[in-house]
């Protein structure tokens, strides 16, 4: 994929990074991202939308891939990582969109206020997801309250 337009998004959580790791891997966020881009109309061209496997510890990532108007590819991704903060934790999300070559990248551009848009919403719902999840999972990532509103919200 040629050059990457990026963006990140961070929210302290008042919970323990397990907490925090446990609330990121048991939300289900590629449905709601599937819904928006079939209001956009554009859902018959994904190509793709998977988790990435990511190596470091506390990280988890999820893309998804479509093919472009002009028959390029183009992907936008979101990698989660919590890390230890003073008072709990930090979560951050970083969202790039790639595209397949120069073509593919000026049509990705040229989507990218309505696409970027909604790629910011995405980011910014899991961090509230995560963060209320968080709170109600103790140290050792058992729930001490019930999240699924917070499936269903993200």
């Known amino acids: 994929m040629n050059r990457a337009i990026s963006s990140n998004f961070y929210k302290p959580i008042d919970a323990p990074p397990a907490a925090s790791y446990a609330a990121l891997t048991r939300l289900e966020c590629t449905a709601r991202l599937e819904r928006a881009f079939a209001a ?11 988790r990435i496997q990511l190596a470091p510890r506390r990280a988890a990532g999820y893309a998804i891939v479509w093919r472009l108007a002009g028959g390029g590819r183009a992907e936008v991704s979101w ?24 073509e593919s990248y000026e049509e ?3 989507a990218w206020p309505l696409l970027g848009r909604i790629a910011e919403l995405h980011a910014r719902r899991t961090l509230a997801a995560v963060a209320e999840l968080a709170c109600q999972i103790d140290a050792e990532g058992e729930h001490i309250a019930a999240p699924a509103t917070l499936v269903a919200a993200v």
């Open 40 to 50: 956009m109309g554009v859902d018959d061209r994904i190509i793709s939308a998977h």
């Open 79 to 102: 990698t989660a990582s919590v890390a230890g903060a003073s008072e709990g934790s930090l979560l951050s999300i970083a969202v790039r969109a790639y595209a397949q070559d120069d």
């Open 108 to 110: 990705m551009l040229t």
